[in-house]
């Protein structure tokens, strides 16, 4: 079997949502500037009432036996490189040779160990195990070693959705009425909003607990937005609500100040944890953070650091530091694929994002959805990237 063809293809539909799809965003780490932090959310483009345009970008690649293995909702960047830099290492290739590919893939570019061309290559890696499982008509998670299990539980992210009080009883209760076993929540606030902002933050995590009940995991997502005083002042504040961990509060190169709020936490016998490392590369990286006790869970996404071979090696290293490994919600598929193929102890449970999980697999003709609070274990050949022909209104190959 040999690689013949390389595509980035962006798909255009329409999906409809009662509006706006976008009312409220995340913290972003530029909101530490004021006029950055004044900013909304930037919706999707609207074709009409309750209508929008959807679009995602595509990696095909095509082997000689028929066999076309995908991953999908790429950005432009990674289509250039891909297109630019590793489309002729990989024509011709063996595709199930991933170990070579790979490894030609970083060697062939010092600068791609991080970034874009890390996420480029996590494309590529992706796509060809979808050719894997689909050669060999079985879902990547039985080549990876698995089922080891038949459904695994979800917590819900509610990113994008508002952060009044109403809104947030109303969606915790939903969440609960699910079958979730957890809810995060994306705070709008920050260190520039002080002690105030500190009592914000508390008093969404004591609206969830209340409408929620005991029983109801709680996280809190910072996106790298937070200082190292007001992660342990949210920490604190939030003592008695049983928060389960607080998730990127410092950007992931300050190591010396996640030291710091580790050490403060246990001062103080906080019992929240420290989540990280979706904006972490590689097996290097990784090992990196466990050597410096960074985080209590990590959470690597297969679309960025490294693909499916990557974070499998990535799971390796943190199971034998006793680190659980919940990889970030980018991709479902490939989730499913490595939390199906290991340990309940090292993958004890999958990220679902409320809104964007259904908008990455707009196009996917049988999207990954959570019941009872559970994802079922995948029966589709590969990742399960069959097309639904009827949702694409048009198709724009990327040169």
């Not at 009883?169 to 009425?177: A, C, K, Q, S």
């Not at 980018?330 to 409320?354: D, G, I, K, R, V």
Request: proline share 8%; hydrophobic share 40%.
């Amino acid at each position: 079997m040999r690689i013949t063809d390389v595509r980035c293809v962006r798909y255009t539909g329409e999906l409809h949502h009662p509006e706006p799809f976008w009312p409220e965003r995340l913290r972003r780490p530029t909101d530490a500037y004021p006029e950055f932090a004044a900013t909304g959310p930037v919706d999707l483009p609207r074709t009409g009432p309750g209508r929008y345009r959807v679009e995602s970008i595509f990696l095909h690649i095509d082997t000689d036996e028929g066999v076309t293995g995908s991953t999908a909702h790429i950005s432009a960047d990674q289509a250039h490189i891909i297109n630019a830099t590793l489309r002729r290492l990989l024509l011709g290739a063996d595709p199930l040779a991933t170990e070579r590919i790979w490894d030609i893939g970083r060697r062939s570019s010092i600068h791609a160990r991080r970034g874009a061309g890390m996420l480029a290559l996590s494309a590529v890696d992706c796509a060809l195990w979808d050719i894997r499982g689909r050669r060999f008509g079985v879902p990547c998670h039985v080549l990876l070693g698995g089922p080891t299990r038949q459904r695994v539980p979800v917590y819900v992210s509610t990113l994008g959705t508002p952060l009044d009080h109403d809104t947030v009883r109303r969606v915790t209760r939903e969440v609960v009425d699910s079958g979730a076993k957890g809810v995060k929540w994306f705070p709008r606030w920050g260190p520039p909003d002080g002690q105030a902002g500190v009592r914000a933050v508390a008093e969404l995590v004591e609206t969830v607990r209340a409408e929620a009940g005991d029983d109801l995991e709680i996280m809190l997502d910072a996106w790298s937005s937070w200082d190292v005083e007001f992660t342990v002042n949210v920490a604190r504040a939030c003592r008695d609500l049983r928060l389960r961990w607080i998730e990127e509060p410092l950007d992931t190169d300050d190591i010396g100040g996640y030291r710091r709020v580790r050490d403060l936490l246990g001062r103080t016998g906080s019992t929240v944890a420290v989540a990280g490392g979706e904006h972490e590369y590689g097996r290097w990286g990784f090992a990196g953070l466990v050597a410096d006790g960074v985080f209590d869970v990590c959470q690597p996404d297969p679309h960025w650091a490294g693909g499916i071979s990557e974070v499998t090696k990535i799971g390796a290293i943190l199971g034998a530091a006793g680190v659980p490994m919940v990889p970030h919600g980018q991709s479902l598929q490939c989730n499913a694929a490595l939390a199906f193929a290991t340990s309940p102890h090292l993958t004890p449970e999958m990220e679902y994002l409320a809104k964007l999980g259904p908008l990455y697999q707009h196009f996917l003709a049988e999207p990954i959805a959570p019941s009872g609070g559970m994802i079922d274990v995948p029966s589709q050949p590969g990742l399960g990237m069959e097309l639904d022909q009827d949702r694409i209104v048009d198709a724009e190959p990327l040169p």
